[in-house]
């Protein structure tokens, strides 16, 4: 069981926009940022969003990421059928002096 | 450009040992933390080691702790991670990834992994 809880499962259609969301606790998500990897099977994940929102060179701006105290999403505009991968929220978590990750999102393009 | 090369991984018995190595590229390495980070089969990332730049600390995941050993050796830009008493659990695709900052960092990039299974 993640420490961070995402659902499961995530679709959309081409142009749409879809939200993934992210919940954790004060020792992770409410006391530090949070970011955002892609990670297509077979290959290496992707950053996507740090800090929270801030996004890396080359990441489309169709991208964002937003934290409200300990939960946080990732919101993809313009969905396009590259998107279709597995989407990971993390945080460092005081208590496990560690990273934590959530349990991963599949998107789906319909 | 930023490269990171996994290797070591292959199939060993239940309570055996593998090390892990992953070479480092196109970045200054003795400045970064480095991590590993695995994959078991149809589940999700987990967090399993973290050194600082300089080796002075290393930080492990409860499930690893006692039986994994991350070390670097900044001289040949290689991070490594030693695996004993290995459990059928410890089946996984292990990534190293470069870490920016200390707490509140991230993974700017990560390796393409290398496969370890444990098995009889």
């Known amino acids: 069981q993640s420490v961070l809880t995402q659902p499961p499962s995530a679709s959309g259609t081409p142009g749409q926009r879809v939200t993934i969301s992210c919940s954790g606790s004060?020792?992770?998500?409410?006391?530090?940022?949070v970011n955002w990897y892609q990670h297509l099977p077979g290959t290496a994940p992707k950053l996507l969003i740090y800090r929270n929102n801030q996004r890396p060179s080359g990441v489309p701006d169709r991208f964002s990421g937003s934290k409200s105290g300990t939960s946080a999403s990732l919101a993809i505009s313009g969905l396009q059928s590259e998107d279709e991968a597995d989407y990971y929220c993390?945080?460092?978590?005081?208590?496990?002096?560690?990273?934590?990750f959530g349990g991963g999102t599949k998107l789906t393009v319909l | 450009q930023v490269q990171l090369v996994e290797s070591g991984g292959g199939v060993v018995q239940p309570g055996g040992s593998l090390r892990l190595s992953c070479a480092a590229s196109?970045?200054?390495?003795?400045?970064?933390?480095m991590h590993w980070v695995r994959q078991a089969p149809g589940k999700g990332l987990e967090w399993v080691a973290f050194?600082?730049?300089?080796?002075?600390?290393?930080y492990y995941a409860d499930s690893v702790k006692g039986r994994f050993t991350i070390s670097r050796d900044n001289s040949k830009n290689t991070l490594y991670l030693q695996m004993s008493s290995l459990r059928d659990e410890d089946t996984a695709v292990y990534y190293c990834?470069?870490?920016?900052?200390?707490?509140?960092?991230?993974?700017?990039?990560w390796g393409q992994g290398t496969l370890v299974t444990v098995s009889s």
């Open positions: 993390a945080a460092w978590d005081d208590s496990l002096n560690g990273p934590v």
């Open positions: 196109g970045f200054t390495f003795s400045s970064y933390g």
């Open positions: 050194i600082r730049y300089d080796g002075s600390n290393e």
């Open positions: 990834a470069k870490w920016e900052g200390y707490s509140s960092g991230w993974y700017s990039y």
């Open positions: 004060s020792s992770n998500i409410g006391s530090n940022t």
